[in-house]
């Protein structure tokens, strides 16, 4: 009997893990971390397995929501292999050494919430975890005692996979986070012809089709052109993995064909989002042919010193920095300096999470409160979710075409607000083939 439980990313969108129980193996796919206020108190909660017990982690990729807590895994006991790919566990490796700084910087600082207690885990817990990576190649199959498993591309990151599981005789197959079908530099989600029993998949859009990309660079932009024109700077808030090496690239390309005026320089404010940017260009699977000089460009500057920068008066400037969605680390002083400005913009490249100062920032807040202090919000704030490296409805509907239906017994849908998963079941006639599992629910798999 297979068993699987679902510990995150069940109807919401972060946390995403499964428990997978069979009467040989027990093992995790994903650990990720909640974000969000609404639930990421769920990041505190105690296990209701024991982690010593899991045979093996499989990890799909390096966002924070997929790894985030491998290192609390580690903490309360687990010793078993991390299976990855290479290159998520390159980038891996910079993002849990930094997500531990941060909750050590917070226990220090003031933004800690005194009600949480302790760290979840330290530095220690993340190099703990971070020596049992088990890196392995796309495609391979790896045979790990009796339990096969196989990481196919998802085209959502650098080193972004799907993972095939063959358990005593049954296929799953765990989407991860998809990736769109047609991207400048990364290679697209594997669409050859696929069995499976059962798939676990993410629909974060769906019933949502992304404008094209052309449109969405117009976009930007013209939005860039008017507030350099107004005298203004421009604050993009990106996630350090994926979303920043795609603006980069953009605003490369955009200055060069010189459709961004007088631009005085790009600041890439984000010790992480640095170390992650090398990783990309020095790897093998991105597309050659557009050269090792992918996102370098004149007008780049990587920020060593925060304070000078903060400190600094300019105009016709972009600062780059994270969080994504604006909960923590350096975009934290920029908003507090250049939101109170109706001469500047910030520009929101990426999906916002309930609960998060990013989505208040969209929903219209007329201030929001940073760093326990009340800043008005005068700065536009434009939205740029083209730039998303998610599925849209067409992608999503066509990598889950590629599974043959006669076998297919059901589709568990994760991942996503409640309103996406339903318009996906609805717009492809999944009624009773597909089912949004609730939090910790546990299903036999038969």
Not at 43 to 55: C, I, R, S, T
Not at 326 to 331: F, K, M, N, S, T
Not at 382 to 394: I, P, Q, R, T, V
């Amino acid at each position: 009997m297979i068993k699987i439980k679902f510990l995150g990313a069940a109807r919401t969108v972060t946390g995403s893990s499964y428990l997978v129980s069979s009467d040989k193996k027990k093992f995790l796919v994903d650990c990720g971390m909640f974000q969000g206020i609404d639930v990421e108190e769920r990041n505190y909660l105690p296990y209701d397995f024991n982690p010593a017990e899991l045979d093996f982690v499989l990890i799909t990729h390096a966002h924070i929501d997929h790894i985030g807590l491998l290192p609390k895994l580690v903490k309360h006991g687990f010793r078993g292999p991390i299976y990855l790919t290479n290159e998520t566990s390159a980038v891996a490796y910079h993002l849990l050494l930094d997500s531990a700084k941060i909750q050590e910087n917070n226990l220090r600082d003031s933004r800690w919430r005194p009600s949480r207690g302790k760290l979840i885990y330290d530095t220690t817990d993340a190099l703990e975890t971070i020596a049992l990576f088990r890196p392995v190649k796309f495609d391979d199959e790896v045979n790990i005692d009796g339990v096969v498993v196989k990481f196919e591309r998802a085209g959502h990151a650098l080193g972004a996979a799907s993972i095939m599981c063959k358990v005593d005789s049954k296929i799953i197959y765990f989407s991860g986070d998809l990736g769109r079908s047609e991207h400048p530099f990364l290679q697209p989600f594997d669409l050859a012809p696929r069995n499976a029993d059962f798939v676990i998949m993410e629909s974060l859009y769906g019933g949502i089709y992304h404008e094209q990309r052309a449109e969405t660079i117009a976009k930007f932009e013209r939005s860039i052109n008017d507030i350099f024109n107004r005298n203004g700077n421009v604050i993009i808030p990106a996630f350090a993995l994926q979303r920043t090496q795609e603006i980069l690239y953009t605003l490369k390309k955009s200055y060069q064909d010189k459709q961004i005026n007088k631009l005085e320089g790009v600041n890439l404010d984000s010790p992480l989002a640095q170390k992650i940017t090398e990783v990309y260009t020095h790897s093998i699977f991105l597309n050659n042919s557009l050269g090792k000089d992918l996102f370098e460009f004149e007008q780049l500057r990587f920020i060593r010193n925060p304070k000078k920068l903060t400190r600094s008066k300019f105009e016709s400037s972009i600062i780059i920095a994270g969080s994504g969605m604006c909960e923590g680390g350096r975009i934290l002083g920029h908003l507090n300096k250049y939101l109170p400005d109706p001469r500047n913009g910030v520009l929101i490249v990426g999906f916002q999470a309930e609960g998060t100062l990013g989505r208040e920032l969209l929903s219209g807040a007329k201030s929001v409160t940073i760093n326990k202090k009340s800043v008005p919000v005068r700065a536009e704030i434009e939205d740029f979710l083209g730039f998303s490296a998610h599925a849209d409805h067409k992608d999503l509907t066509l990598w889950l075409n590629r599974f043959d239906k006669k076998n297919l017994r059901k589709i568990f849908l994760v991942h996503a607000e409640t309103e996406r998963m339903d318009a996906f079941i609805d717009k492809e006639n999944l009624k009773n083939s597909a089912y949004a599992p609730e939090w910790k629910e546990e299903i036999v798999l038969d």
